[in-house]
């Protein structure tokens, strides 16, 4: 697509979006970091965006991203949510909703890593992709058809790299047991249906553009809806 040899400058903001990562994480001491939900979710995702800034220079015909531009601006515009939540909670702001109870619940003595990692997902998928998606169309100017194969390749990776988080995240057979209400709470959430309702509601916002007041409703409502999801999956299990 034509449209999109304009953005190769692209490709370099997700350098920038590592570099802010990494800032953040070398920002917490090792004990400090133990303890903070926030850099628990940062760390997961921070490996994520690195293997797609691997993945993406290495394109080739057939490649892992068929075009890298339009791949690279919506990994970036999908990153720069999450930081600007970051910046939000560093300013002593209010974050959006979805955000909201990682951060307020992020030292919280009875919430797991896996449920600090659960619930940043829960509202980078559910809120932040289907946005970020409809920045990156209006940035490009196209529609959110044309970034379907890179909308489904960023999300196939993000599904790889799902066995690394649990292997990270999940402890060990010997210390989850069966009656263990983490083992529901992992069992209750998917990736991969995220991954499919963040498209859908993507094209629903890409539709209700033209009808500003609507959109904005359905966009405070999608933000309401993922805050009370990451809530419940931040429920103490110990």
């Not at 939000?88 to 109870?101: I, K, S």
């Not at 409809?134 to 790889?160: I, K, N, S």
Request: one cysteine or more; hydrophobic letters at 45%; charged letters at 25%.
């Amino acid at each position: 697509m034509a449209q999109f040899e304009q953005l190769h400058s692209s490709v370099p903001g997700i350098a920038s979006v590592i570099e802010r990562m990494r800032a953040f994480s070398s920002a917490r001491s090792p004990a400090g970091g133990a303890a903070d939900g926030v850099a628990v979710f940062n760390r997961v995702y921070l490996t994520v965006t690195e293997t797609v800034r691997r993945t993406v220079p290495r394109q080739t015909a057939g490649g892992a991203f068929p075009d890298r531009p339009a791949a690279a601006a919506l990994d970036v515009r999908f990153a720069e949510r999450y930081l600007a939540a970051v910046d939000a909670a560093a300013a002593g702001e209010r974050t959006p909703d979805c955000w909201h109870p990682l951060f307020q619940y992020r030292h919280h003595p009875g919430v797991r890593p896996l449920q600090f990692a659960l619930s940043g997902i829960n509202a980078h998928i559910n809120h932040d992709l289907p946005l970020a998606v409809v920045d990156t169309c209006r940035t490009l100017g196209c529609a959110p058809p044309d970034l379907e194969e890179q909308f489904d390749r960023v999300g196939d990776l993000l599904l790889m790299l799902e066995e690394r988080i649990r292997e990270d995240l999940v402890p060990g057979p010997d210390l989850l047991e069966l009656a263990d209400p983490l083992t529901h709470l992992f069992g209750s959430w998917s990736l991969e249906r995220a991954r499919e309702a963040a498209w859908s509601t993507a094209l629903v916002l890409w539709r209700l553009r033209e009808v500003p007041l609507l959109a904005e409703e359905f966009r405070r409502r999608l933000d309401a809806g993922a805050g009370l999801v990451g809530r419940f999956l931040l429920t103490p299990c110990r």
